[in-house]
């Protein structure tokens, strides 16, 4: 089997002027299409090329002699769900159900985005931070370069990509400006 780069759900403007298209081009066109690219070239012949997608990140988690197929898996996967986390005209209030979740486990939406945003400028290097629910509770959490809370037993509900790649046509080295667009304008409750 092999993996198809999957669409992406808006135009590649359409997140303008937060994330350029430029960026886009360059982001899904480029960087994810590489990630499913080599992927399909590095499990060809090996028992991996049966597997979907979250099966193959589960089974190569920390086995350092499968990283590479790891690395690009978790890429592909994570890429595809960073897309789905972003809207046109996003940003606003969470829907009633998450809003209440948020405010249970984080004390008020405020307070969630100020842990979001802390965890996404503080990750050191390339990476990511996630929403992600661990046994029914909400939690922030960040991974390094390709990992993803998938590897971990944890659901991801939201996550942004961190990596200068996200952000660097658009925002230079100025990470917090770019998190603070995605969570006043793009994030997708
Ligand atoms: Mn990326």
Redesign the pocket.
Known sequence: MSFELSPLPYDNNALEPYISQRTMEF?YGK??KAYVDNLNNLIKGTPYETMGLEEIIRSTAGKPEAAGIFNNAAQAWN?AFFWQSMRKNGGGEPKEELKARLIRDFGSVEKFKAEFKAAAVSQFGSGWAWLVEDNGILRVVKTLNADTPLAHGLKPLLTI?V?E??YYLDYQNLRAAFVDAWLEHLVNW
Do not use: M, Q, R, S
């Open positions: 982001h960087h994810h890429h990509d990596w790649h996200a």
